[in-house]
C-alpha cells in the first residue's frame, strides 16, 4: 500500500537542516510506518546552501530567502524550523499561526518571554502539531531506561546525573559564532544550545526540579571574529545546576550539566539514574553499553554490562548486531514526529518527541539558573 507523505517545508538549510533531509532519504530503512516525509519547501538567507538540496531532492519547488512564502503555500504541510535562538519567537509563532505542522529547534524562544508567545500561539491553535527537536532519547540505551522508568524499577531515588558535554570550544582560536553572542543566543548560553537534550527525559519522567544552585562558567571570554580581531564571547560555556526533585513523596537530588567545553569530549549524552533496588547508566560514549545494577536486600552489589546492539523505537532493515548512531537516532525521531502526526494517540510506540510544555519547563529552570548564578544562591524553580 502506497504511504501517505507529508510535505514539508525546511526553514534554515544548514546542518541540522541537511540531517532532516538524510533522514528523509533514509526513510526507506523504517519498516513499519505508513507515513513518509517529502521535501517540497526551501528556505535560508545563505543561498550557497540551495544547490545540495536541488541536487538531491528533486520534490523540492519552492526555493526561496523568505520564509513566508513557505507559510503561504497549500503544499506544504508541516516546517521543520532550526534558526538561531533569537529568530524562534516571531517564526515559531507564524508557522503556527500559519496552521502549519512544526518541529523546531530547542531551546523554543530565546527567553523565557519569547517560550510564553510561542506557547500562547500553541493554546489558541491546539490542531497543530508542535513538537521539539531531542534526538538522544532514542538511543537504545536511553529507551531502555524509558523502560524501567514506565516499569517504576528504581524504588527509591537517591540522585540523577543527566549531561550533554562538547569539547570543540576548547580551542580559543575557533572563530566566534552566533552560539557565542548574547543577541543571537540568549543569556542562557550552553544551557539553552544543550540544554533540552539533557532534561527531556528527566521532564518526561515528571522529575521537575524545585529550585537550582546553578554555576555558570565563561572560560573563553573573546574570540576571532570575521576579521580575525579579537571580540568579545560573552555566552555561558558551561554550566553545572544543582537541583532538587520531589515526587511520589521522594525528594531527591538531580545534576544537570551542559558543557561546550569538557575536555576530550566529542558529543557525550549521558544519564544515570541511581536507585536502592535498580540503577542504570547509559552514554553515548559507549552505545551499545547499557549498566545496570539490580539490587535485593543482603545480596551483593553488582554492576553489569549489557551490549544492546541496534534496537530501535521503530524497526528498521538493520539487524541487531549492528550499531547505532545519531543519524539513526535523528531518523527514530522524525519516525516519531511523523508517526504522533498521522496517528495521534494511536502511535506504532508510545514515546513521543519532546514537547512544548517540557520546553517550557527547561525554560523557567535556565531563568532561575541564571538568577542563582548572579546571587551564588539556591533559586525556586
Known sequence: MPKRKIPFGI????????????????????????????????????????????????????????????????????????????????????????????????????????????????????????????????????????????????????????????????????????????????????????????????FRFGWIPQNVRALLSNIVTQRPGTDGMLVPCETWDNAILATEVQVDRQQFPMIIETKRIAPGEINTWYLEILGTEFSVAFSTKYPRTLRTMEYRCGQEQTWQEIDLGYTSAYRTITGAIFEFGLSDAILQMWAAFLDELSHGNQMLQPFTCATPEEAACSHRLFTAALASARTASVVEV
Not at 26 to 52: K, M, S, Y
Not at 85 to 94: A, I
Not at 120 to 141: K, Q, T
Request: net charge negative.
Open 11 to 202: 526553514i534554515g538549510a544548514g546542518l541540522m537542516g541537511r540531517e532532516f533531509a538524510q533522514a528523509a532519504a533514509r526513510w526507506p530503512v523504517l519498516l513499519d510506518l505508513d507515513v513518509t516525509p517529502e521535501i517540497v519547501g526551501l528556505c535560508d538567507t545563505n543561498q550557497a546552501l540551495f544547490p545540495w538540496y536541488t541536487e538531491n531532492f528533486p520534490s523540492i519547488t519552492i526555493v526561496t530567502t523568505d520564509y513566508r512564502d513557505l507559510l503561504a503555500s497549500d503544499e506544504i504541510e508541516a516546517v521543520y524550523c532550526a534558526v538561531p535562538h533569537n529568530f524562534h519567537g516571531d517564526l515559531y509563532t507564524d508557522i503556527i499561526r500559519a496552521g502549519k505542522h512544526l518541529m523546531g529547534e530547542k531551546p523554543f524562544g530565546m527567553d523565557l518571554e519569547a517560550n510564553a508567545k510561542i506557547m500562547a500561539a500553541i493554546a489558541n491553535h491546539p490542531d497543530v502539531l508542535v513538537r521539539v527537536s531531542s534526538e538522544f532519547p532514542f538511543y537504545p540505551g536511553a529507551q531502555r531506561i524509558v523502560q524501567a522508568a514506565r516499569e517504576n524499577r528504581f524504588g527509591t531515588i537517591i540522585e540523577v546525573h543527566s549531561s550533554l558535554r562538547h569539547s570543540s570550544d576548547l580551542d580559543p582560536n575557533k572563530p566566534i559564532n552566533w552560539k557565542r553572542m548574547v543577541e543571537y543566543n540568549g543569556e542562557y548560553g550552553c544551557m539553552g544550545d544543550l540544554g533540552m537534550h539533557v532534561v527531556h527525559l528527566p
